[in-house]
């Protein structure tokens, strides 16, 4: 191993960061939110919003990565990060508890709170992608992203079925309890994974990268628009951006064409979704297991061929659409989420190399600009996939066409992500042609 690397404990430690993440978001995203529908009769619209808000605030996500940056450190970002976090859960379900005696005020705070919970996620997010693409060694890092995420799944899972049976029976005050409860324990915990994390191995600082100390540090804007110069990382923004707009778009759909063509009941479809996300881990576990070596195929073809796979399963709900009850719905629908798995596991993996790739002293700055990306991605997926649906419905008439519209479109968004997957091979392999450039060497100017 090489030295300064992370073993599996320290990996785990970095889990368990993300499942403290994942417990607090599920809490606002997800409980809070019914909260609002449910016992206060408020509009869907409502949550919609803030849950939009606290991914549009994400894209302060290249300046948190930039400031991790120019620390050199970033398990002070990553506290921290959970420490807003926290505090912004912890507000909003006093917000939503205000919301019943005083609605203006309550949505006024609310969208304070969401938007800090937006920005601990961007901080804490950001920094803890970037320590394991910093310290995690190759053969690992598909792995290392299947467990990071596995453990942030574990988070959700766990926290909604405790904080469920706690919320019984419901009142504001416990509400907030339970909601301030979660938080503080994410905190807590967030400590103890990270004492003496960086300081337990070589400094976050290369051997290349300890003559640029004494360099003057460019303002976020230069540094931001460096990276952006660099065809690699902006490739890959695109690639994520695209990816992360199909792969979110059928979310919010995929549930209403089952009911709408095959009949299913709520608990029919809900039960679609297990089978959906049961793919998703098969799909991650595989990825992670191939990205042990070349011998299953490389990262970059499982990128691609992630999303290629993934379109074609789109194409078969589009069959599913005309075909009717005949089709083999459910298989198509795990096959499809096997897929996605394969594909997100593997992009994540090429993120954590890719964040090395360019000008030293730039991976918070790239990976942030990954994590804008994506989060866009997804506060635009939803609304892209309903306002499309809507608008096919209107156009076509028939619900099942016109939900067959909307799986084309998003298949043809998946072939786009697969291209530029391909073409991020080949700007890869140019970029490693040449030489990295230090800190502060200005580019030569062309004659």
């Given at each position: 191993?090489?030295?300064?690397?992370?073993?599996?404990?320290?990996?785990?430690?970095?889990?368990?960061v993300?499942?403290?993440?994942?417990?607090?978001?599920?809490?606002?995203?997800?409980?809070?939110?019914?909260?609002?529908?449910?016992?206060?009769?408020?509009?869907?619209?409502l949550?919609?919003?803030?849950?939009?808000?606290?991914?549009?605030?994400?894209?302060?996500?290249?300046?948190?990565?930039?400031?991790?940056?120019?620390g050199?450190?970033?398990?002070?970002?990553?506290?921290?990060?959970?420490?807003?976090?926290?505090f912004?859960?912890?507000?909003?379900?006093?917000?939503?508890?205000?919301?019943?005696?005083?609605?203006?005020?309550?949505?006024?705070?609310?969208?304070?709170?969401?938007?800090?919970?937006?920005?601990?996620?961007?901080?804490?997010?950001?920094?803890?992608?970037?320590?394991?693409?910093?310290?995690?060694?190759?053969?690992?890092?598909?792995?290392?992203?299947?467990?990071?995420?596995?453990?942030?799944?574990?988070?959700?899972?766990?926290?909604?079925?405790?904080?469920?049976?706690?919320?019984?029976?419901?009142?504001?005050?416990?509400?907030?309890?339970?909601?301030?409860?979660?938080?503080?324990?994410?905190?807590?915990?967030?400590?103890?994974?990270?004492?003496?994390?960086?300081?337990?191995?070589?400094?976050?600082?290369?051997?290349?990268?300890?003559?640029?100390?004494?360099?003057p540090?460019?303002?976020?804007?230069?540094?931001?628009?460096?990276?952006?110069?660099?065809?690699?990382?902006?490739?890959?923004?695109?690639?994520?951006?695209?990816?992360?707009?199909?792969?979110?778009?059928q979310?919010?759909?995929?549930?209403?064409?089952?009911?709408?063509?095959?009949?299913?009941?709520?608990?029919?479809?809900?039960?679609?979704?297990?089978?959906?996300?049961?793919?998703?881990?098969?799909?991650?576990?595989?990825?992670?297991?191939?990205?042990r070596?070349?011998?299953?195929?490389?990262?970059?073809?499982?990128?691609?061929?992630?999303?290629?796979?993934?379109?074609?399963?789109?194409?078969?709900?589009?069959?599913?659409?005309?075909?009717?009850?005949?089709?083999?719905?459910?298989?198509?629908?795990?096959?499809?989420?096997?897929?996605?798995g394969?594909?997100?596991?593997?992009?994540?993996?090429?993120?954590?190399?890719?964040?090395?790739?360019?000008?030293?002293?730039?991976?918070?700055?790239?990976?942030?600009?990954?994590?804008?990306?994506?989060?866009?991605?997804f506060?635009?997926?939803?609304?892209?996939?309903?306002?499309?649906?809507?608008?096919?419905?209107?156009?076509?008439?028939?619900?099942?066409?016109?939900?067959?519209?909307?799986?084309?479109?998003?298949?043809?968004?998946?072939?786009a992500?697969?291209?530029l997957?391909?073409?991020?091979?080949?700007?890869?392999?140019?970029?490693?042609?040449?030489?990295?450039?230090?800190?502060?060497?200005?580019?030569?100017?062309a004659?």
């Open positions: 191993m090489t030295r300064g690397a992370f073993g599996w404990v320290a990996i785990a430690r970095l889990g368990l993300q499942a403290c993440l994942g417990a607090v978001v599920v809490m606002t995203t997800s409980t809070l939110n019914r909260v609002m529908v449910v016992e206060l009769a408020l509009p869907a619209l949550p919609g919003f803030l849950v939009a808000m606290h991914y549009l605030v994400q894209v302060a996500r290249p300046r948190m990565g930039y400031g991790s940056d120019i050199r450190r970033r398990t002070p970002w990553i506290v921290g990060g959970m420490a807003v976090l926290a912004g859960g912890a507000l909003a379900a006093v917000a939503i508890a205000w919301m019943g005696s005083e609605r203006s005020a309550g949505i006024a705070l609310a969208i304070v709170a969401f938007l800090l919970i937006g920005l601990g996620v961007s901080a804490c997010g950001t920094s803890l992608l970037v320590l394991l693409a910093k310290r995690v060694e190759a053969p690992r890092r598909a792995a290392a992203a299947t467990t990071v995420w596995l453990m942030m799944i574990v988070g959700f899972a766990v926290t909604a079925g405790v904080a469920g049976r706690l919320l019984d029976p419901y009142s504001p005050a416990r509400l907030i309890a339970v909601t301030a409860g979660v938080s503080v324990l994410a905190v807590l915990l967030t400590l103890v994974a990270t004492w003496r994390l960086e300081g337990a191995a070589a400094p976050d600082v290369e051997p290349a990268e300890a003559t640029e100390r004494g360099a540090k460019p303002a976020f804007r230069e540094a931001l628009a460096q990276v952006w110069a660099e065809p690699v990382a902006r490739h890959f923004t695109l690639f994520v951006f695209i990816s992360m707009l199909a792969y979110s778009a979310d919010l759909i995929l549930e209403p064409f089952a009911g709408s063509v095959f009949g299913f009941t709520p608990g029919q479809s809900t039960g679609l979704s297990g089978v959906q996300h049961a793919g998703v881990l098969v799909g991650m576990l595989a990825a992670a297991f191939a990205g070596g070349t011998r299953f195929g490389s990262l970059r073809t499982w990128q691609i061929g992630g999303c290629l796979v993934s379109a074609l399963m789109l194409l078969g709900l589009v069959a599913a659409g005309v075909v009717g009850p005949a089709w083999p719905f459910r298989a198509n629908v795990f096959a499809l989420g096997v897929a996605n394969a594909f997100s596991i593997a992009a994540i993996a090429s993120m954590m190399r890719l964040a090395g790739e360019g000008r030293h002293a730039r991976e918070g700055t790239r990976m942030g600009l990954w994590g804008a990306a994506q989060a866009v991605a506060g635009l997926g939803g609304l892209v996939g309903t306002a499309a649906s809507d608008l096919a419905r209107w156009l076509i008439g028939t619900p099942a066409h016109a939900y067959a519209a909307v799986f084309a479109f998003e298949a043809l968004l998946f072939v992500a697969a291209a997957a391909a073409q991020l091979g080949r700007s890869v392999a140019v970029a490693s042609s040449a030489p990295r450039r230090p800190e502060g060497q200005p580019a030569l100017q004659r």
